[in-house]
């Protein structure tokens, strides 16, 4: 069996993420506090053994709110990039496969999203649906799917004219088995890495508008709404914004070092 080589970078991309997906399915196992336990008497608490990174201006534990915030923040980054890979598929796939007049009526639909700046777009599926996860969720889903759905059906046209669907078509199968035996895997692979990298960008989106407060309402422990909460103590408890704003680079830069490395092996850039 050999092992792919992975260069430094994305290796310690790779570790970022097993953490982070530790803090998401078991915070309990890094943090013994939980995110919502206030002490009056212990607020703006600077960074000590008692505290690591701190205590809020509620007297919460700073530690233990980013551990549990990574939970909601990669909630919203995988589920939105999962939705719009997948509303984006099917939509390339229909306007690949089902004639010229489909074609044409996608393609407008989704020259009209991505004529909509990104966030103007999120603000009007918020406006509408109200403040909440699963709505930021769809909307950030709506902002990246054109260009998912542009390049599965740039993918449906180059692999349905392969030797291999050809010979599938040859021996009988069905239109329906053809695309979904053949086409859809051989179209969407490549692009599952580039949606990894798509991730980061999600989570860092997410973060801005939950900042703005149209993601998970408070108390709910999220890196955005975190860095809103401290808007007006960082001056003198500089803690309640610096780790929270470290978490999301952090995990950024991890989720976009893996993505890469992935997408370089899927171009074969790479052993």
Request: proline share 6%; with cysteine.
């Amino acid at each position: 069996m050999v092992i792919p080589r992975i260069r430094p970078g994305a290796a310690l991309g790779l570790a970022v993420c097993a953490v982070l997906l530790l803090a998401a399915l078991a915070p309990g196992l890094l943090s013994g506090t939980g995110p919502d336990a206030a002490s009056p008497a212990d607020s703006l608490l600077p960074p000590g053994s008692a505290h690591w990174m701190g205590t809020d201006e509620n007297g919460r534990d700073v530690y233990s709110r980013v551990v549990h915030g990574a939970r909601p923040s990669l909630v919203i980054g995988l589920s939105a990039s999962a939705l719009a890979l997948a509303a984006g598929t099917v939509i390339g796939v229909l306007a690949a496969q089902g004639g010229r007049a489909v074609d044409r009526v996608a393609g407008r639909v989704l020259d009209v999203l991505m004529s909509i700046p990104g966030v103007l777009l999120v603000l009007l599926v918020v406006a509408v649906l109200g403040t909440g996860t699963g709505n930021l969720v769809a909307g950030l889903a709506l902002v990246t799917l054109p260009g998912y759905a542009r390049l599965v059906r740039a993918e449906v046209l180059r692999v349905r004219g392969t030797g291999y669907v050809e010979a599938a078509t040859v021996l009988g199968w069905s239109r329906f088995q053809v695309v979904l035996r053949h086409v859809v895997p051989n179209a969407v692979g490549p692009l599952l890495a580039l949606a990894t990298v798509g991730v980061g960008g999600m989570i860092v989106t997410g973060s801005a508008l939950s900042f703005l407060g149209l993601g998970p309402q408070p108390p709910t422990a999220e890196w955005g709404a975190m860095l809103a909460g401290s808007g007006d103590y960082v001056e003198v408890a500089w803690w309640t914004a610096v780790f929270p704003g470290a978490a999301i680079t952090l995990t950024v830069l991890a989720v976009s070092a893996v993505g890469q490395w992935l997408q370089d092996r899927a171009e074969g850039r790479v052993a």
